[in-house]
């Protein structure tokens, strides 16, 4: 049934993951909605997801297709909930049917912060001692600082931001890998000690920005939600979930992307890594930013004519064997 029908008085009902980051996410957005629609009412009603229950298995053994969003998706479907705010990062390529990605909001830095414990406050990640324990639980972080340090360890870290942080001032790590956004959003931004350049890791796809994802039904929803989009980062969203659609990769798999825009020219450069960091592809195209979503589709077919598909193959057999 389609939602066609404005209406002054309805109250529109935000869904939001309960993690202190998803909120502070989810009310900025209510936020700017109010004030674009100071006669409307935007209520938040929170989820608990997958992901937010199981902390204490690897994100990668659990599998990822919606660990995130599934329970959000699934309130939307049922009309619970009107449309959900995600980090776009954990929005899988592919929706439910009858949900569609309604809109892409400015982003903040997307790139990864190393955070260090106090002893190290002198050292960068390449200057890192050897054998230093390092926390992170993406494999996409993983495999290109295994590529870059093999020197370090790498261990798993899983929780909020705050236990993560906990864990690493109690000496558990020497460091560890977070998202700088992530940081800012939660006015922790002294805590990035280093960000981590394009040649060192580069960012998951969408990282940093939000995804606000609706009823493709509601036209409404849909009307309202245009005064938060910023059309350039939705362009540079749209290119780099193609690229990672089309190497049918899902957040859990070591694959990184950069995007720049500059006018109308858009460039967009991916990384496919293996676990251990021993073999990686790269490649960067540029088109225009009216044909994003294409430029995704052909980077990934390059980088799958140097070598993309078996690493990922492997990945995915080895993820399965547990």
Request: aromatic share 4%; hydrophobic share 40%; glycine share 8%.
């Amino acid at each position: 049934m389609s939602s066609a029908v404005f209406s002054p008085t309805r109250t529109i009902r935000i869904g939001s993951r309960k993690s202190q980051l998803a909120l502070v996410q989810t009310y900025w957005v209510q936020e700017q909605l109010q004030k674009s629609y100071p006669d409307r009412t935007f209520e938040v009603h929170t989820m608990a997801t997958q992901g937010d229950k199981i902390l204490d298995v690897a994100l990668a053994k659990i599998g990822d297709k919606g660990l995130f969003t599934k329970e959000l998706e699934v309130g939307m479907l049922s009309h619970e909930i009107d449309f959900a705010v995600h980090s776009l990062k954990d929005l899988p390529t592919q929706l439910p049917e009858g949900l569609v990605l309604g809109v892409v909001t400015e982003r903040e830095n997307p790139a990864d912060a190393l955070v260090v414990h106090e002893k190290h406050r002198d050292k960068q990640i390449d200057t890192l001692p050897s054998g230093a324990v390092v926390g992170t639980s993406s494999l996409r972080r993983l495999a290109q600082l295994r590529h870059h340090f093999p020197h370090l360890t790498f261990k798993d870290i899983r929780g909020n931001l705050n236990t993560r942080l906990a864990k690493l001032d109690a000496g558990e790590y020497d460091a560890i890998i977070l998202a700088v956004a992530g940081l800012h959003r939660l006015g922790m931004g002294d805590r990035v000690h280093q960000v981590l350049p394009d040649e060192i890791s580069l960012h998951a796809v969408g990282q940093g920005a939000l995804g606000i994802e609706c009823r493709a039904d509601d036209l409404e929803v849909l009307s309202l939600l245009k005064a938060i989009e910023h059309t350039p980062t939705r362009d540079r969203a749209l290119a780099e979930r193609a690229f990672l659609r089309e190497l049918q990769g899902g957040c859990q798999v070591p694959i990184g992307v950069n995007t720049h825009l500059n006018g109308d020219t858009l460039t967009l450069t991916g990384i496919v890594v293996s676990v251990d960091g021993q073999r990686l592809v790269k490649d960067t195209v540029t088109g225009t930013a009216s044909e994003a979503e294409q430029l995704g589709i052909e980077l990934a077919q390059r980088l799958r004519q140097q070598g993309a598909t078996e690493i990922l193959e492997e990945i995915f057999k080895a993820v399965q064997r547990g």
